[in-house]
């Protein structure tokens, strides 16, 4: 079966099962595959579900144009509570 066939978010659906490593390496395989693969569909899922009050705790705060971009971001050590504390999540 061609993956190019099913629809994007299809794709991005099964990805965000996934691990953000292996949604990464699997935009290897084609190019329908590396689309969905930077779909906000997939990378909301790996974002911690309190990331937006991690945010709002930010000493700077982060600009980031998709999911993936915030979760490479927000993967770094970044200042919070008033640079008291340092935050990140697993990344890849």
């Not at 978010?9 to 990805?15: E, R």
């Amino acid at each position: 079966m061609k993956l190019d066939l099913l629809p994007e978010d299809c794709i991005a659906h099964v990805l965000s099962c996934t691990s953000p490593r292996d949604a990464c390496g699997s935009s290897l395989v084609s190019s329908a595959v590396r689309d969905a693969s930077c779909s906000n569909i997939v990378w909301e899922k790996f974002l911690p579900s309190d990331y937006q009050e991690i945010m709002s705790r930010l000493v700077f705060p982060v600009t980031f144009t998709t999911k993936k971009d915030l979760f490479a971001k927000l993967s770094t050590p970044l200042l919070i509570d008033g640079g008291k504390k340092t935050s990140s999540i697993e990344g890849l």
